[in-house]
């Protein structure tokens, strides 16, 4: 059985500030990881993916996560945030096995950005 | 390359009525997932397809159903739809194991 705890529902920084967006997995096989962005009234955007390649993994917009597999962790941070990155924001994981198909989410993280 | 195409983009239905909604999946992906989301239960799967073969499944009642066609689009329909099935409804196309989402179809049942 797979799942994911997103930690903060809400989270807000100022502009500039650094962007750490917590998530947490529970997996019984080696998992695939991922973070998608939701933007008002639109469909989910790929921001980043864990496929046990790198454990430190970049993404789109400047976002990156790192794999602690210790930790079951796969934390999603920005150095800089910016206004655009207001969003809701959603880890996801899925079973190597499971040939993708079958993705499991986290509640989402509403991130808000302060001038 | 053209990305997941989901129609209609709206709908509104009421309690009793059956709905049809459209998946067009990226060009030569042949997966195509379901999700329901909603403000209280969050993002939740609903089925995949994989070569017009039903290949997961979510925990939701036989109401939802789904197909997929050869050229990889699919279809889902809810028979008489109840007010909780007031949704987004998002596709996902994958290839690779990794999926791309459409815009979805925010679905409304009065």
């Known amino acids: 059985a797979q799942s994911v705890t997103q930690l903060g529902s809400h989270v807000s920084v100022s502009e500039g500030a650094l962007v750490l967006l917590r998530c947490n997995y529970s997996?019984?096989?080696?998992?695939?990881l991922f973070w998608y962005v939701q933007y008002p009234n639109q469909g989910l955007q790929l921001l980043l993916k864990y496929t046990s390649a790198a454990t430190l993994v970049k993404g789109i917009n400047g976002f990156e996560a790192e794999f602690k597999k210790s930790e079951t962790s796969f934390h999603l941070t920005k150095p800089s945030a910016h206004m655009s990155d207001a969003a809701e924001y959603f880890c996801a994981v899925s079973a190597v096995l499971d040939q993708g198909g079958k993705l499991i989410f986290g509640q989402g993280t509403e991130l808000s950005v302060k001038p | 390359k053209a990305g997941v195409t989901q129609t209609p983009r709206y709908l509104i239905k009421t309690r009793g009525q059956q709905v049809t909604l459209s998946c067009s999946p990226i060009s030569g992906h042949r997966s195509v997932s379901w999700y329901q989301q909603t403000p209280g239960q969050g993002l939740q799967f609903l089925f995949e397809y994989f070569s017009e073969t039903q290949r997961n499944k979510g925990n939701f009642p036989g109401r939802f159903s789904g197909r997929q066609f050869s050229n990889s689009r699919s279809e889902m329909n809810v028979s008489t739809l109840e007010l909780g099935d007031s949704a987004l409804y998002l596709c996902?196309?994958?290839?690779?194991?990794?999926?791309?989402f459409g815009a979805g179809t925010r679905l409304s049942v009065l």
């Open positions: 996902a196309s994958s290839l690779s194991n990794i999926q791309y």
């Open positions: 997996s019984s096989v080696p998992p695939y």
